[in-house]
């Protein structure tokens, strides 16, 4: 649970402000080399940016158009650590590219575009890519349209829960020492001598006021990067530039391979990929420079994806009124000209005059290499511990016992078993240490999902979910399910309340 108290003793090493994919993983890693660490974040982990992904770790086939191999061939080789490290929340997934009579890119192009992509990949491939004949590419993907189809390409990338891996890079953190929370808010840097020094507080739950000492201040706040700057050093030329992307999940799947459109539009392309049962699709690529916490999908935005939608699924396979959720979210590019989906997506680690380090830019692939470049920064007295040969996150490990016999020593339908399984890897047992001491928490939450009482009160111990709305859509991930009744969030309120 949250513990605000934790941060009035002593100076720490480093303090983090963000708590997204990037604040989650240096934490981690600094935790895991020793540092005496701190990390807070104004809302709930990854509330931002990071909840709002197409939920992928992939080397990003369309960079290769830019020629921006060494990105490419630097995400190929994170994206395997990532499916080594967090082996229930990163998973492989098989991509289908459809090609058209008249394309921007024909099809000898696509071929050799996945064969490149392989070829970088080298010994971190996961699946060999493949061409698919027109007929055969009918019958993987109902409803697209016939007409004009030369056939398509496969290759494979993968997939992960986004809002969960910022969770376990959290309490990885927590576990080896770090003082987490979320809903504190940095109101502003202390200084010594024009270097900061740390920071002035806000805990937005307790409405109080407090001071945090640290030798080294990181923020890595993504879209908030330049309001926060300015905040710090005035008026200064912009770090950031945010473009926005909207997704929309759509009741029903596809097929169990994703699918790469090409839009008319524009040099762009979308994705529809099949995620809890369900699809999602998107997503748009367009300047944003409103205020990051007011961010939000516009009916253009919406209208855009169902258009190009339609030219592909012309017999209304995608339909609005299936839609379960849309959801927006900032892309924190580093500041450039020019068309947003060419703007590369390296990072770039910047010290201000005062001492603070920014972290801008970058892709949720490479967090592992995006945290380790950042430490380097810092640490200079010894080497930092290799995590290339392992970067474990809270629920990784091997699972001995079978589902099965899982559910047969807990009460539970095996398909229970299973889901707790898969959601929260070798931490299912602390899920299901709360069931033996009440039997009641084994009751689902509802019909809508697989979800359990216990996954709440967990959710609240160990997770530190503060409010309905963490559990919902990050802890749970519900908001991606459809549910008519509404008695998941009823039931979530009631147990809260207890």
């Known amino acids: 649970m949250r513990n605000i108290s934790q941060f009035t003793h002593g100076t720490y090493d480093l303090l983090i402000v963000g708590g997204g994919i990037n604040g989650a993983a240096i934490a981690h890693m600094a935790a895991r080399n020793g540092l005496k660490v701190a990390l807070l974040e104004k809302n709930d982990f990854a509330s931002g940016t990071s909840s709002k992904s197409t939920k992928l770790i992939h080397g990003g086939l369309r ?15 994170e994206r395997s650590f990532s499916l080594r490290d967090a082996p229930h929340l990163v998973k492989p997934l098989s991509f289908i590219v459809p090609v058209y009579r008249g394309d921007r890119k024909p099809l000898w192009m696509m071929r050799l575009g996945v064969w490149l992509y392989d070829r970088l990949a080298g010994k971190y491939t996961i699946g060999k890519h493949r061409f698919i004949p027109r007929d055969e590419l009918l019958g993987l993907m109902p409803g697209l349209r016939n007409e004009g189809l030369l056939g398509g390409v496969s290759y494979y990338d993968a997939q992960m829960d986004d ?14 020492g770090a003082h987490v929370a979320n809903y504190v808010e940095v109101r502003s840097f202390l200084k010594k001598d024009g270097k900061a020094a740390g920071v002035l507080a806000f805990d937005t739950i307790g409405e109080r006021e407090f001071e945090i000492s640290a030798r080294k201040v990181i923020c890595a706040v993504g879209p908030w990067t330049n309001s926060l700057m300015h905040k710090e050093e005035g008026n200064v030329p912009p770090l950031v530039r945010t473009t926005k992307g909207i997704h929309v999940v759509c009741q029903g799947k596809l097929s169990d391979h994703a699918l790469i459109i090409p839009t008319s ?36 935005d919406i209208d855009y994806l169902f258009r190009e939608l339609r030219r592909v699924f012309p017999g209304g396979t995608f339909k609005k009124e299936k839609i379960i959720t849309i959801f927006a979210g900032l892309r924190p590019l580093v ?43 810092i640490v200079r007295s010894k080497p930092l511990v290799d995590t290339r040969a392992g970067f474990p996150v809270y629920g990784s490990g091997e699972i001995t016992e079978s589902a099965q016999d899982v559910a047969r020593q807990n009460g539970l339908n095996v398909d229970v078993a299973k889901y707790l399984m898969e959601f929260y890897g070798t931490r299912y047992i602390d ?8 039997p009641a928490l084994k009751e689902p939450l ?15 111990q160990t997770e530190m979910a503060v409010k309905g709305e963490d559990i919902i859509k990050r802890r749970l991930s519900l908001i991606y399910r459809p549910c008519r009744s509404g008695e998941c969030v009823r039931e979530i309120q009631r147990l809260m309340a207890q």
């Open 163 to 176: 809002a969960r891996l910022v969770l376990e890079n959290i309490l990885s953190a927590q576990a080896h």
């Open 265 to 300: 539009q524009d040099k762009r392309v979308f994705f529809v990929i099949p995620w809890m049962g369900n699809s999602l699709i998107g997503t748009t690529d367009t300047d944003y420079t409103a205020d990051p916490d007011r961010v939000a999908a516009d009916q253009e």
């Open 431 to 438: 899920v299901l240490r709360l069931i033996q001491n009440n």
């Open 63 to 77: 960079y290769l158009e830019t020629f921006d191999l060494d990105l490419v061939r630097e995400s190929l080789r």
């Open 335 to 377: 500041h450039k000209q020019g068309e947003p989906a060419k703007i590369s997506r390296n990072h770039v680690i910047k010290q201000a005059y005062s001492g603070i380090i920014y972290v801008i830019g970058g892709k949720y692939t490479t967090y592992r290499k995006i945290a380790e470049d950042c430490l380097k920064r």
């Open 446 to 460: 509802c019909t809508c999902s697989p979800a359990i009482k216990a996954q709440v009160v967990y959710a609240i």
